[in-house]
């Protein structure tokens, strides 16, 4: 405990906030639906202090499989002052180190979690303007990259994705990066559409996003009415998609939804 303690206390000081929003999700099965033995999510609102007393009670939930995500509690309902990326590859840690990331959480083999302190908090529509510029230049996940509120994983403690379990062993978030620092919105936006290999193409991408995605649930919705089993159909949209092609996340997260509406 004594380890993670020290882990958690480096990367919440690196974000300069006073309050986090600490949500403890159990394990669900694509449907949505509880497993059993399971709790309900738990959400928690908590200063730091608070979050390290609780620590041996995330231990418990997260060692009965519940996985332990985070959020620095926003000072405002209108504006966001921390931005988040996901899936980013493990190989991109110094790129969201130089442009003044304040911290880097490996969440599984290969992908990363990064986030940035803002010096000005912007409004939710400038967040996702920046996060979804940020998501295409190192190739995140542009579906969370819409959420400007989106949360991450807590360093320290397991990821139970059934797609990360191996040899009965699941991968341990650890800390890649913390740092105490503010970054200016002008500097993420330029370094982010600039380096992209083709501005022409990212425009496309950013117009048509939407409808990419519509393609996609669409499609999902007519395999699941086929009856379709929910893997088949992740394989399936891993391999067809038109808006995140390979992106397991991304396929079990529109599955889910389409189950949804579905049901």
């Not at 807590?154 to 062993?169: D, Q, S, V």
Request: charged residues 25%; aromatic residues 8%; glycine residues 6%.
């Amino acid at each position: 405990m004594k380890d993670r303690k020290s882990i958690i206390s480096r990367f919440a000081e690196s974000f300069q906030c006073f309050m986090w929003n600490i949500r403890i999700i159990p394990r669900c099965s694509l449907n949505g639906s509880q497993q059993p033995g399971k709790k309900y999510a738990q959400s928690l609102v908590i200063n730091t202090a608070r979050l390290i007393s609780e620590l041996p009670h995330l231990s418990y939930q997260n060692c009965h499989g519940a996985d332990i995500y985070c959020r620095p509690e926003e000072m405002s309902r209108e504006e966001i002052q921390w931005i988040f990326l996901d899936d980013i590859a493990s190989g991109r840690a110094n790129e969201l180190r130089s442009m003044g990331s304040s911290a880097i959480v490996g969440t599984s083999p290969n992908n990363l979690q990064a986030w940035f302190t803002l010096s000005t908090p912007v409004s939710r529509f400038h967040a996702v303007e920046i996060t979804r510029s940020l998501c295409k230049y190192f190739g995140g996940d542009l579906h969370s990259a819409d959420n400007p509120r989106q949360d991450g994983r807590l360093p320290g403690f397991t990821n139970h994705k059934p797609a990360y379990l191996i040899e009965g062993r699941r991968p341990l978030c650890w800390l890649v990066w913390a740092k105490k620092q503010r970054v200016e919105t002008a500097k993420l936006m330029p370094r982010s559409t600039s380096r992209a290999s083709s501005t022409a193409a990212d425009t496309s991408t950013d117009t048509s996003g939407t409808r990419q995605f519509s393609t996609d649930f669409h499609q999902v919705r007519k395999l699941l009415e086929m009856g379709r089993s929910d893997q088949a159909t992740i394989s399936w949209l891993m391999e067809n998609s038109v808006h995140l092609p390979g992106n397991r996340y991304y396929a079990e997260k529109t599955i889910r939804r389409a189950l949804r509406k579905h049901t």
